[in-house]
Protein backbone atom coordinates (compact mmCIF):
# COMPACT_ATOMS: atom_id res chain seq x y z
CA UNK A 1 0.00 0.00 0.00
CA UNK A 2 2.97 2.01 0.91
CA UNK A 3 5.94 0.73 -1.31
CA UNK A 4 7.87 -0.25 2.24
CA UNK A 5 7.90 3.47 3.04
CA UNK A 6 7.08 4.27 6.92
CA UNK A 7 3.59 5.52 7.55
CA UNK A 8 2.53 7.09 10.79
CA UNK A 9 -0.77 5.48 12.38
CA UNK A 10 -3.34 8.43 11.68
CA UNK A 11 -1.90 8.77 8.22
CA UNK A 12 -2.38 4.93 7.31
CA UNK A 13 -5.70 5.02 8.80
CA UNK A 14 -7.33 7.72 6.57
CA UNK A 15 -5.81 5.88 3.75
CA UNK A 16 -7.65 2.60 4.72
CA UNK A 17 -10.73 4.72 5.04
CA UNK A 18 -10.51 6.26 1.63
CA UNK A 19 -9.96 2.95 -0.12
CA UNK A 20 -12.98 0.88 1.73
CA UNK A 21 -15.05 4.13 0.60
CA UNK A 22 -13.60 3.67 -3.04
CA UNK A 23 -14.16 -0.43 -2.88
CA UNK A 24 -18.00 0.69 -2.53
CA UNK A 25 -17.73 0.09 1.63
CA UNK A 26 -19.14 3.44 2.91
CA UNK A 27 -17.07 4.01 5.70
CA UNK A 28 -17.70 7.15 7.42
CA UNK A 29 -15.57 6.18 10.61
CA UNK A 30 -12.61 4.21 11.36
CA UNK A 31 -10.90 4.35 15.04
CA UNK A 32 -8.08 2.56 16.99
CA UNK A 33 -7.37 2.16 19.98
CA UNK A 34 -3.79 0.47 21.27
CA UNK A 35 -2.32 -0.24 24.13
CA UNK A 36 0.83 1.93 25.00
CA UNK A 37 4.31 2.47 26.26
CA UNK A 38 4.37 5.61 28.81
CA UNK A 39 5.19 5.94 32.71
CA UNK A 40 1.60 7.43 33.62
CA UNK A 41 -0.81 5.91 31.27
CA UNK A 42 -1.46 2.71 29.18
CA UNK A 43 -3.65 3.45 25.91
CA UNK A 44 -3.95 6.12 23.12
CA UNK A 45 -6.87 6.32 20.46
CA UNK A 46 -6.45 7.18 17.10
CA UNK A 47 -9.22 8.02 14.38
CA UNK A 48 -10.31 8.78 10.60
CA UNK A 49 -13.92 10.73 10.02
CA UNK A 50 -15.02 10.84 6.41
CA UNK A 51 -16.15 14.77 6.93
CA UNK A 52 -13.78 15.35 9.93
CA UNK A 53 -10.39 14.47 9.18
CA UNK A 54 -7.89 12.25 11.50
CA UNK A 55 -7.90 13.03 15.21
CA UNK A 56 -5.34 11.65 17.74
CA UNK A 57 -7.63 11.43 20.79
CA UNK A 58 -6.96 12.11 24.39
CA UNK A 59 -3.26 13.30 23.43
CA UNK A 60 -2.31 12.94 26.91
CA UNK A 61 -3.62 9.15 27.04
CA UNK A 62 -6.60 7.81 29.02
CA UNK A 63 -6.19 5.38 31.71
CA UNK A 64 -7.60 2.12 30.83
CA UNK A 65 -9.72 2.20 34.27
CA UNK A 66 -11.46 5.24 33.41
CA UNK A 67 -15.10 5.66 33.56
CA UNK A 68 -14.99 6.09 29.74
CA UNK A 69 -13.30 2.79 29.27
CA UNK A 70 -15.96 0.73 31.12
CA UNK A 71 -18.32 2.46 29.15
CA UNK A 72 -16.48 1.14 25.92
CA UNK A 73 -16.35 -1.87 23.00
CA UNK A 74 -12.62 -1.64 24.35
CA UNK A 75 -13.40 -3.00 27.07
CA UNK A 76 -15.37 -6.10 25.82
CA UNK A 77 -12.87 -7.01 23.67
CA UNK A 78 -9.92 -6.98 25.87
CA UNK A 79 -11.94 -8.79 28.37
CA UNK A 80 -12.08 -11.68 25.42
CA UNK A 81 -15.04 -11.33 22.77
CA UNK A 82 -13.42 -11.28 19.27
CA UNK A 83 -16.20 -8.59 18.18
CA UNK A 84 -18.80 -6.12 19.10
CA UNK A 85 -21.46 -5.25 16.51
CA UNK A 86 -24.58 -2.42 17.07
CA UNK A 87 -26.76 -1.93 14.12
CA UNK A 88 -27.57 1.28 15.10
CA UNK A 89 -30.80 1.76 13.07
CA UNK A 90 -32.61 -1.02 14.34
CA UNK A 91 -34.26 0.60 17.18
CA UNK A 92 -34.30 -2.20 19.26
CA UNK A 93 -30.32 -2.55 19.70
CA UNK A 94 -28.59 -1.36 22.96
CA UNK A 95 -27.18 1.75 22.98
CA UNK A 96 -25.04 0.22 25.93
CA UNK A 97 -22.05 2.43 24.91
CA UNK A 98 -20.81 5.42 24.88
CA UNK A 99 -19.42 5.71 21.48
CA UNK A 100 -22.42 3.79 19.87
CA UNK A 101 -24.49 6.80 21.44
CA UNK A 102 -22.85 9.18 19.94
CA UNK A 103 -22.68 7.68 16.61
CA UNK A 104 -26.35 6.96 16.03
CA UNK A 105 -26.93 10.87 16.89
CA UNK A 106 -24.70 11.76 13.99
CA UNK A 107 -26.65 9.41 11.48
CA UNK A 108 -24.36 6.37 11.55
CA UNK A 109 -26.39 2.97 10.76
CA UNK A 110 -24.01 0.34 11.81
CA UNK A 111 -20.66 -0.13 14.24
CA UNK A 112 -18.32 -3.02 14.05
CA UNK A 113 -15.65 -2.99 16.31
CA UNK A 114 -12.98 -6.33 15.99
CA UNK A 115 -10.33 -7.51 17.72
CA UNK A 116 -6.59 -6.39 16.29
CA UNK A 117 -4.17 -9.08 17.37
CA UNK A 118 -0.49 -8.51 17.77
CA UNK A 119 2.70 -10.84 17.51
CA UNK A 120 3.19 -10.80 21.13
CA UNK A 121 -0.54 -12.45 22.28
CA UNK A 122 -1.95 -8.80 23.41
CA UNK A 123 -5.04 -7.80 22.14
CA UNK A 124 -5.65 -4.35 20.48
CA UNK A 125 -9.12 -2.71 19.17
CA UNK A 126 -10.53 -1.39 15.59
CA UNK A 127 -13.40 -0.14 15.17
CA UNK A 128 -15.21 0.94 11.71
CA UNK A 129 -18.94 2.50 11.14
CA UNK A 130 -20.52 3.31 8.42
CA UNK A 131 -23.68 5.65 7.52
CA UNK A 132 -25.40 3.20 4.97
CA UNK A 133 -28.68 2.65 4.69
CA UNK A 134 -28.79 -0.96 5.92
CA UNK A 135 -25.33 -1.13 7.26
CA UNK A 136 -22.81 -3.52 6.97
CA UNK A 137 -23.21 -6.38 4.64
CA UNK A 138 -22.50 -9.84 5.01
CA UNK A 139 -19.86 -9.34 1.66
CA UNK A 140 -18.27 -6.28 4.06
CA UNK A 141 -17.97 -7.95 7.05
CA UNK A 142 -15.81 -10.67 5.58
CA UNK A 143 -13.90 -8.23 3.84
CA UNK A 144 -13.14 -6.64 7.15
CA UNK A 145 -12.34 -10.29 8.41
CA UNK A 146 -10.11 -11.04 5.41
CA UNK A 147 -8.16 -7.74 5.46
CA UNK A 148 -7.32 -7.90 9.27
CA UNK A 149 -4.59 -9.97 9.94
CA UNK A 150 -2.90 -7.69 7.39
CA UNK A 151 -3.80 -4.33 9.14
CA UNK A 152 -2.53 -5.76 12.48
CA UNK A 153 0.72 -6.92 10.83
CA UNK A 154 1.44 -3.12 9.66
CA UNK A 155 -0.43 -1.14 12.66
CA UNK A 156 1.86 -3.38 14.69
CA UNK A 157 4.80 -2.30 13.04
CA UNK A 158 4.51 1.33 13.11
CA UNK A 159 2.87 0.71 16.57
CA UNK A 160 6.60 -1.08 17.98
CA UNK A 161 8.52 1.38 16.33
CA UNK A 162 6.93 4.78 17.91
CA UNK A 163 6.50 2.59 21.49
CA UNK A 164 10.86 2.47 20.99
CA UNK A 165 11.02 5.88 19.72
CA UNK A 166 8.57 6.83 22.89
CA UNK A 167 10.38 4.60 25.35
CA UNK A 168 14.20 5.58 24.10
CA UNK A 169 12.74 9.67 24.52
CA UNK A 170 11.97 8.91 27.81
CA UNK A 171 14.63 7.17 29.50
CA UNK A 172 17.66 8.45 27.27
CA UNK A 173 16.40 12.34 26.54
CA UNK A 174 15.56 13.26 22.59
CA UNK A 175 18.57 13.80 20.98
CA UNK A 176 20.54 10.47 22.70
CA UNK A 177 17.17 8.60 21.58
CA UNK A 178 17.62 10.13 17.55
CA UNK A 179 21.05 9.36 17.82
CA UNK A 180 20.54 5.56 19.07
CA UNK A 181 17.63 4.92 16.63
CA UNK A 182 19.81 6.06 13.94
CA UNK A 183 22.78 3.46 14.67
CA UNK A 184 24.98 5.67 16.98
CA UNK A 185 25.52 2.54 19.34
CA UNK A 186 29.20 1.92 19.22
CA UNK A 187 31.05 1.66 22.59
CA UNK A 188 33.46 4.98 23.36
CA UNK A 189 32.60 6.98 20.66
CA UNK A 190 30.65 10.35 20.50
CA UNK A 191 31.28 13.48 18.80
CA UNK A 192 32.36 16.83 20.48
CA UNK A 193 29.67 20.07 20.35
CA UNK A 194 29.39 23.40 21.64
CA UNK A 195 26.69 23.42 24.84
CA UNK A 196 25.36 25.13 27.36
CA UNK A 197 25.16 23.06 30.23
CA UNK A 198 22.55 23.10 33.08
CA UNK A 199 23.42 21.08 36.68
CA UNK A 200 20.99 21.21 38.87
CA UNK A 201 20.77 19.52 43.00
CA UNK A 202 18.18 19.34 45.03
CA UNK A 203 18.70 21.12 48.69
CA UNK A 204 17.87 19.08 51.72
CA UNK A 205 17.71 15.63 49.64
CA UNK A 206 19.51 13.82 52.69
CA UNK A 207 17.72 14.93 55.07
CA UNK A 208 14.61 14.03 53.12
CA UNK A 209 15.67 10.89 52.48
CA UNK A 210 16.60 10.05 55.94
CA UNK A 211 12.97 11.34 57.21
CA UNK A 212 10.71 10.12 54.82
CA UNK A 213 9.75 6.46 53.47
CA UNK A 214 10.79 5.49 49.92
CA UNK A 215 7.70 5.82 48.42
CA UNK A 216 7.16 9.82 49.92
CA UNK A 217 10.94 10.55 48.80
CA UNK A 218 10.82 9.33 45.60
CA UNK A 219 7.20 11.43 45.23
CA UNK A 220 9.25 14.70 46.59
CA UNK A 221 11.79 14.25 43.90
CA UNK A 222 9.32 13.37 40.76
CA UNK A 223 8.26 16.75 41.20
CA UNK A 224 11.15 18.23 41.26
CA UNK A 225 12.19 16.53 38.10
CA UNK A 226 9.43 18.16 36.47
CA UNK A 227 9.50 21.20 37.52
CA UNK A 228 12.77 21.59 35.95
CA UNK A 229 12.47 19.55 32.59
CA UNK A 230 9.76 20.59 31.50
CA UNK A 231 10.78 24.71 30.93
CA UNK A 232 14.39 22.97 29.73
CA UNK A 233 12.57 21.16 26.95
CA UNK A 234 10.01 24.06 26.30
CA UNK A 235 13.56 26.10 25.95
CA UNK A 236 15.31 23.69 23.62
CA UNK A 237 16.89 21.71 26.25
CA UNK A 238 17.37 17.91 26.63
CA UNK A 239 17.85 16.33 30.08
CA UNK A 240 20.55 14.12 30.30
CA UNK A 241 20.90 12.42 33.00
CA UNK A 242 18.97 12.30 36.34
CA UNK A 243 20.63 10.55 39.16
CA UNK A 244 20.03 10.96 42.66
CA UNK A 245 18.92 14.41 43.24
CA UNK A 246 20.95 16.04 40.55
CA UNK A 247 20.41 17.21 37.11
CA UNK A 248 22.12 17.37 34.12
CA UNK A 249 21.04 19.10 31.06
CA UNK A 250 22.63 21.05 27.67
CA UNK A 251 21.21 23.33 25.16
CA UNK A 252 22.97 22.11 21.77
CA UNK A 253 24.44 25.84 20.24
CA UNK A 254 24.51 24.45 16.49
CA UNK A 255 25.75 26.73 14.02
CA UNK A 256 26.89 29.28 16.22
CA UNK A 257 26.53 33.61 15.88
CA UNK A 258 26.52 36.16 18.85
CA UNK A 259 23.11 36.49 17.99
CA UNK A 260 21.95 32.77 18.30
CA UNK A 261 24.29 32.62 21.34
CA UNK A 262 22.74 35.43 23.03
CA UNK A 263 19.39 33.88 22.02
CA UNK A 264 19.83 30.52 23.35
CA UNK A 265 21.71 31.85 26.57
CA UNK A 266 18.65 33.59 27.19
CA UNK A 267 16.22 30.71 26.58
CA UNK A 268 18.49 29.28 29.19
CA UNK A 269 18.43 31.47 32.18
CA UNK A 270 15.14 31.76 31.59
CA UNK A 271 13.99 27.83 31.88
CA UNK A 272 15.88 28.27 34.94
CA UNK A 273 14.11 31.03 36.87
CA UNK A 274 10.91 29.10 35.21
CA UNK A 275 12.59 26.54 37.32
CA UNK A 276 13.12 27.79 40.68
CA UNK A 277 9.17 29.79 40.50
CA UNK A 278 7.80 26.11 39.95
CA UNK A 279 9.88 24.73 42.61
CA UNK A 280 8.69 27.17 45.02
CA UNK A 281 4.93 27.03 43.65
CA UNK A 282 5.26 23.42 44.83
CA UNK A 283 2.39 23.36 47.66
CA UNK A 284 0.82 20.68 49.90
CA UNK A 285 -1.33 19.58 47.26
CA UNK A 286 1.51 18.19 45.48
CA UNK A 287 3.98 16.95 47.60
CA UNK A 288 3.81 14.26 50.14
CA UNK A 289 3.14 14.85 53.47
CA UNK A 290 5.62 16.22 55.62
CA UNK A 291 7.83 17.62 52.37
CA UNK A 292 8.09 21.66 52.88
CA UNK A 293 8.51 23.67 49.63
CA UNK A 294 11.24 22.38 47.52
CA UNK A 295 14.31 24.44 46.43
CA UNK A 296 17.27 23.58 43.97
CA UNK A 297 20.49 24.85 43.32
CA UNK A 298 21.18 26.12 39.72
CA UNK A 299 24.67 26.58 37.46
CA UNK A 300 24.49 27.16 33.57
CA UNK A 301 28.25 26.78 31.70
CA UNK A 302 29.04 26.97 28.34
CA UNK A 303 31.49 25.05 26.64
CA UNK A 304 32.93 21.80 24.04
CA UNK A 305 31.41 18.61 25.40
CA UNK A 306 31.27 14.74 24.14
CA UNK A 307 28.18 13.39 23.68
CA UNK A 308 28.51 9.24 22.86
CA UNK A 309 28.01 6.20 24.24
CA UNK A 310 30.39 5.18 27.35
CA UNK A 311 30.00 1.98 29.39
CA UNK A 312 30.89 -1.83 29.16
CA UNK A 313 30.53 -4.03 26.29
CA UNK A 314 26.85 -5.00 27.26
CA UNK A 315 26.01 -1.78 29.14
CA UNK A 316 26.20 1.16 27.44
CA UNK A 317 25.18 4.80 28.52
CA UNK A 318 24.50 7.38 26.30
CA UNK A 319 25.67 10.88 28.22
CA UNK A 320 27.63 13.73 27.97
CA UNK A 321 31.46 14.33 29.31
CA UNK A 322 33.81 16.78 29.26
CA UNK A 323 35.53 20.18 31.70
CA UNK A 324 32.21 22.16 31.11
CA UNK A 325 30.26 19.32 32.58
CA UNK A 326 32.45 19.01 35.48
CA UNK A 327 32.83 23.00 35.93
CA UNK A 328 28.98 23.11 35.63
CA UNK A 329 28.65 20.45 39.03
CA UNK A 330 31.62 22.42 40.73
CA UNK A 331 29.43 25.85 40.01
CA UNK A 332 26.29 24.82 41.29
CA UNK A 333 28.35 23.58 44.87
CA UNK A 334 28.80 27.55 45.22
CA UNK A 335 24.84 28.53 45.49
CA UNK A 336 24.96 26.89 48.53
CA UNK A 337 28.08 29.48 49.52
CA UNK A 338 26.53 32.23 48.32
CA UNK A 339 23.26 31.79 49.61
CA UNK A 340 21.45 32.27 45.68
CA UNK A 341 19.50 29.34 43.64
CA UNK A 342 21.26 30.14 40.56
CA UNK A 343 25.09 30.86 39.12
CA UNK A 344 26.57 31.08 35.96
CA UNK A 345 30.23 30.62 34.51
CA UNK A 346 31.42 34.07 32.76
CA UNK A 347 31.56 32.51 29.11
CA UNK A 348 27.99 32.17 29.82
CA UNK A 349 26.99 35.61 31.21
CA UNK A 350 29.51 36.67 27.77
CA UNK A 351 27.18 34.88 25.78
CA UNK A 352 24.23 37.17 27.07
CA UNK A 353 25.79 40.15 27.33
CA UNK A 354 25.65 40.20 31.24
CA UNK A 355 22.49 41.17 30.49
CA UNK A 356 20.79 40.71 33.61
CA UNK A 357 23.29 39.36 35.49
CA UNK A 358 25.76 40.56 38.25
CA UNK A 359 29.53 39.50 39.27
CA UNK A 360 29.37 37.65 42.38
CA UNK A 361 33.17 37.80 42.15
CA UNK A 362 35.97 35.46 41.61
CA UNK A 363 35.64 32.03 42.95
CA UNK A 364 38.01 29.12 43.42
CA UNK A 365 36.58 25.43 42.26
CA UNK A 366 37.48 22.05 43.86
CA UNK A 367 39.72 20.71 41.14
CA UNK A 368 40.13 24.06 38.88
CA UNK A 369 43.08 25.36 39.22
CA UNK A 370 42.24 29.13 38.18
CA UNK A 371 39.79 31.56 40.41
CA UNK A 372 36.65 31.54 37.81
CA UNK A 373 34.26 34.71 38.14
CA UNK A 374 30.83 33.90 38.62
CA UNK A 375 27.94 35.36 38.22
CA UNK A 376 24.10 35.05 39.93
CA UNK A 377 20.75 36.50 38.34
CA UNK A 378 19.15 39.28 39.18
Known sequence: MHEGSRTDILSYLEDMGVRFNAIGIPLVRVSLSLDD???????????????????????????????????????????????????????????????????????????????????????????????????????????????????????????????????????????????????????????????????????????????????????????????????????????????GDGILAIFPLGERTPARDAEAAALALDAVRQAVAGLAAASGAVLPAGVGPLRAGFALHAGEVTFGNVGARDRLDFTVIGLAVNEAFRLEALTKTLGVSAVTSARFAAMLGHDGLRSAGFHVLRGVREAREVFTAV
Open 37 to 243: FHPEVVGRSYAWHRTQGREEIDRRYTPRRAESYWDSPVRVIHEGAAAVRRRLEDPQVPLDFGVTRELKATGVTDYAGLVLRFSDGSRQFISFATDRAGGFSDEDLTAFDTLLPFISARIEIEHARRSTEQLLNTYLGRDAARQVIAGTIRRNAGNAIEAIVLASDLRGFTRLADQLPAPAVIEALGEYFEAVAQPVRRAGGDIIKMV
